[in-house]
């Protein structure tokens, strides 16, 4: 099966600078590639997703590149605000089902 | 709220109980998942159903874990005979096929089980 692995697990950056999660996936057949963000005590929301047949997409401060060769794709947040601590979740499939999740990169903005 | 529901949010029960969880899914979704998060990891994918058809289940799903959908509706996850280590979050989420963007999950707040 597909397994996702994502980096850092902790992550700490000053208000307005950036911040870049990494991930790698396992099996070439994953064709989305979706960023969920899970505040504390809350359910996890999509923030972003990307298909195989781009290799990047932005959405305001947040961006997210891929690269199918080498089986990794990013999360990068711009101009970093307090309201975007939390758990960050990478995830991959195929068809749109079954995602695999990362195990999370907790991010902390210093004022 | 138009949004995932799950019932109840939080149950403690003693090993060796039965529990039941219920899951209100967005109504025009015809796709349910189940997951199970445990603290510091990402959801791990339990079973789906495409509407009333549960279409696969994960080999974590052992035989004390039933999941019905029994009119495409709502969902419910049973766990028989509970274990220490079934403790988790479990979430359910939904999906449409013709959603925009598709394929969408769509969570709800989560149902946190503690067994002791």
């Known amino acids: 099966g597909e397994n996702v692995e994502q980096h850092p697990s902790t992550l700490s950056v000053q208000e307005g600078d950036s911040a870049v999660i990494k991930c790698t996936y396992s099996d070439s057949a994953s064709n989305y590639f979706p960023w969920y963000k899970q505040e504390l005590g809350k359910r996890p929301q999509l923030i972003i997703d990307i298909r195989s047949n781009v290799g990047e997409k932005k959405d305001q401060r947040i961006a997210v590149t891929l690269n199918k060769t080498a089986k990794h794709f990013s999360l990068h947040i711009t101009e970093t605000q307090p309201e975007d601590s939390a758990v960050y979740f990478c995830a991959a499939s195929i068809m749109d089902y079954k995602l695999s999740f990362g195990a999370g990169t907790t991010v902390t903005v210093r004022a | 709220d138009t949004g995932v529901s799950q019932d109840p949010r939080h149950k403690i029960t003693k090993r060796g109980q039965n529990v039941t969880f219920r899951c209100d899914p967005i109504s025009e979704h015809n796709r349910l998942y189940w997951y199970r998060q445990t603290l510091g990891q990402g959801p791990e994918f339990l079973t789906y159903?495409?509407?009333?058809?549960?279409?696969?289940k994960s080999r974590l799903l052992s035989d004390r874990f039933s999941a019905e959908r029994p009119k495409g509706s709502f969902s419910t996850l049973e766990i028989q005979r509970t274990e220490q280590g079934d403790s988790a979050m479990y979430l359910c989420?939904?999906?449409?096929?013709?959603?925009?963007?598709?394929?969408?999950?769509?969570f709800g707040e989560g149902s946190r089980l503690t067994v002791l």
């Open positions: 159903f495409q509407n009333e058809a549960q279409l696969e």
């Open positions: 989420a939904s999906s449409s096929t013709s959603g925009r963007p598709p394929g969408e999950l769509f």
